[in-house]
Structures are given as C-alpha cells and as structure tokens.
T-cell receptor
Framework: GNSVTQMEGPVTLSEEAFLTINCTYTATGYPSLFWYVQYPGEGLQLLLKATKADDKGSNKGFEATYRKETTSFHLEKGSVQVSDSAVYFC??????????FGAGTRLTVKP | EAGVAQSPRYKIIEKRQSVAFWCNPI?????LYWYQQILGQGPKLLIQ????????DSQLPKDRFSAERLKGVDSTLKIQPAKLEDSAVYLC?????????????FGSGTQLSVL
C-alpha cells in the first residue's frame, strides 16, 4: 500500500541556517504530495503541495520538488526563522483521496 | 471563514468507559475525515465520509469505534469501550470535495487520555 517515510527528528537549527527534511514515498500510482505543518497549540495546516512529477511546491520560503525517479519530496528552506519551529508532516494522496502521513519531524529553531 | 470545530478539547476517561467526540466541518465541505494521531506518530485515517455516506472505514476498529454523519454536516466519533491504547489526539478534517488534490482543513483535535 501507499506509505510515506520522513527523517526522524528532532531537528535543532540556529536562525538563518539551511533546512532539509527528507521525505520518500511508496505508491502504486501517481499520487499528489504534500507538506503539512503543525505549529505549537494549533491544528495541521497545508504548507505546500505538488501534483505531478517535477512540480515544485513553494510557500513561506519553503520548497519541495516532486521527484518521481527517486520517489522523494524533500522539504527545504534557505534561511529558517524562530517562527518556523513546528512539526512538519509529509503526506501523499491517491485517487481515493486517502491521505497518508509520515511520522512527523519536529523542528526547533534557536535565536 | 470559520474553521473546522471540534469538541471537547481534552477528555480523560478510565478504560472500559465510553467517549464521544464531535466535529463541525467548514460550511459546504462535502468530505469529512477522522484521524487518530498517537504521540510521536503521524495522523492515521480512521474513516472518511462523502456527505453522509462512508467512503473508507478500512482502518476503523469497528468492534469499539463507530462514527456517523447523519445529515451530511456534523459528525460524531464514539469509542465504546475505551482501551489504554486509544490514548491519542483525534483530528477531524474536511475538504470541499473528494479528489486527488483537495486541500484538507484540520480542526485542533480532541486529546484523549485513557487511564
């Protein structure tokens, strides 16, 4: 079945550092890929998405490229801020809209 | 635009007791989901509704969990009887329609502790 594997945390960075959170997926078809973010005390919210191979999703300085050849959707940001501290979830959705989530990666950014 | 509303925010019960959670999705959203998020894990889909019909309940432990969305709007999720391993955050989400690229809107969740 479909599944998502993302790098384990927690990840601790200093402000303005470069961020990469790895995500790989297994799917039988051609899913859409997502990154959701959960800020402290809040519900999950969509950060970005990509719907087909080579698409790049971007939002709030974060980017992720749908790589079919490596079945990956790594999240990157060039310069993180303290306000980016949150838990990040990689997810995929197939034709039945069955959204599958990774285990989440907790990011802490220190000033 | 009002978001997905869930209640209660927290619930503490003893094992073998019953508990119910309520969800009010975003107005007009046809698709509603219940997820279980155990500490340190990603959300796991329990059940998906399209209007008042069940689309997918393959991961719902039907011997103790039940859910309904009678009028195609609000939904309730019930656990009877609860077990210790049911301790988790129960998330409700909705989307405008069922589809590959639909964005899910999540509520803040109900945190359940079973003692």
């Amino acid at each position: 079945g479909n599944s998502v594997t993302q790098m384990e945390g927690p990840v601790t960075l200093s402000e303005e550092a470069f961020l990469t959170i790895n995500c790989t997926y297994t799917a039988t078809g051609y899913p859409s890929l997502f990154w959701y973010v959960q800020y402290p005390g809040e519900g999950l919210q969509l950060l970005l998405k990509a719907t087909k191979a080579d698409d790049k999703g971007s939002n709030k300085g974060f980017e992720a490229t749908y790589r079919k050849e490596t079945t990956s959707f790594h999240l990157e940001k060039g310069s993180v801020q303290v306000s980016d501290s949150a838990v990040y979830f990689c997810a995929l959705s197939d034709l039945d809209n069955d959204m599958r989530f990774g285990a989440g990666t907790r990011l802490t950014v220190k000033p | 635009e009002a978001g997905v509303a869930q209640s209660p925010r927290y619930k503490i019960i003893e094992k073998r007791q019953s508990v119910a959670f309520w969800c009010n999705p975003i107005s007009g959203h046809a698709t509603l989901y219940w997820y279980q998020q155990i500490l340190g894990q990603g959300p796991k889909l329990l059940i998906q509704f399209q209007n008042n019909g069940v689309v997918d309940d393959s991961q719902l432990p039907k011997d103790r969990f039940s859910a309904e969305r009678l009028k195609g709007v609000d939904s309730t999720l019930k656990i009877q009887p609860a077990k210790l391993e049911d301790s988790a955050v129960y998330l409700c989400a909705s989307s405008a329609r069922q589809g590959l690229n639909e964005k899910l809107f999540f509520g803040s969740g109900t945190q359940l502790s079973v003692l």
